[in-house]
C-alpha cells in the first residue's frame, strides 16, 4: 500500500483527548463541512445529520455508552470532556474521525462526478 493512502487510512487517538464542552453530538460532527456551508435546520437535514452521527458510534463502538446517558447524544461533555471517563473520551473521537473521514470519502466522490 502506498505510505499517502496509509496515512489517509490511520487515526490516532492521544491517552487524554480533548472535547468540547458541547453536546456528544457536536463532538462527533466538528468540523463538519456541511455546517460551515449549510446552516439550514430543517427536518429532513437534522435527521440525514443524525443518522451520520449515529452511524459513526457505531462504527467506534461508541452507541452503548452513548445510549446509557439519560440524554444520549444529547449529554454534555463538559469543560475539556470532564464528564466521560478516558475511555469514552477516546471512543467518542474515534467516532468524530469516523464521521470525518465518511464525509470525506463523500466529498472526494462528489468530486470525481
Do not use: H, Y
Amino acid at each position: 500500500m502506498p505510505l499517502k493512502r496509509w496515512r489517509q487510512k490511520v487515526g490516532i487517538v492521544t491517552q487524554d483527548p480533548v472535547l468540547f464542552s458541547g453536546s456528544i453530538a457536536s463532538n462527533i460532527c466538528f468540523g463538519d463541512d456541511e455546517d460551515d456551508e449549510n446552516d439550514s435546520d430543517s427536518d429532513s437535514d437534522s435527521s440525514a445529520k443524525m443518522a451520520r452521527i449515529t452511524e459513526a458510534a457505531r462504527q467506534a463502538n461508541a452507541l452503548t455508552f452513548i445510549n446509557s446517558f439519560e440524554k444520549g447524544f444529547d449529554t454534555l461533555c463538559g469543560e475539556r470532556g470532564v464528564a466521560l471517563s478516558g475511555g469514552q473520551k477516546q471512543v467518542s473521537v474515534e467516532a468524530l474521525f469516523v464521521e470525518w473521514r465518511e464525509g470525506q470519502l463523500a466529498n472526494s466522490n462528489l468530486q470525481l462526478n
